[in-house]
């Protein structure tokens, strides 16, 4: 499996969840620019139906090193840290919400 086969599953999987969120709770999604993608982290922006606006960056299977062909479906990688070194998504939930 190539790279742009990640490429295309993780496109396929943003729009999977994209459309669960619009279908089963409601809202409105607006998918990212390719800026927004690549800047903020944001695959797509969902307008819960209460008007909040959300950033969504879906994460798809991944593989346990970059040498294996295929992800492994065995493990879960969390971002407790973005690619900036901030807090992300693990962080913000745990301690930003509860706070």
Known sequence: ???QDFV?????????VAKQLETKVGGTIRVATPNEDIHDHVDFWWTK????VVGVDVKGMK???RYD???DNDITWLE???VHGE???LHILLF???G
């Not at 295309?8 to 999977?16: H, L, M, P, S």
């Not at 139906?49 to 909040?52: R, S, Y």
Request: avoid cysteine.
């Open 49 to 52: 139906p209460d008007g909040a």
């Open 80 to 82: 407790f840290r973005n």
């Open 1 to 3: 499996m190539g790279w």
């Open 63 to 65: 593989k346990r090193s």
């Open 8 to 16: 295309a599953a993780g496109r396929n999987d943003e729009a999977f």
């Open 96 to 98: 930003a919400e509860s």
């Open 69 to 71: 062909l295929r992800p």
């Open 87 to 89: 807090a992300g998504w």
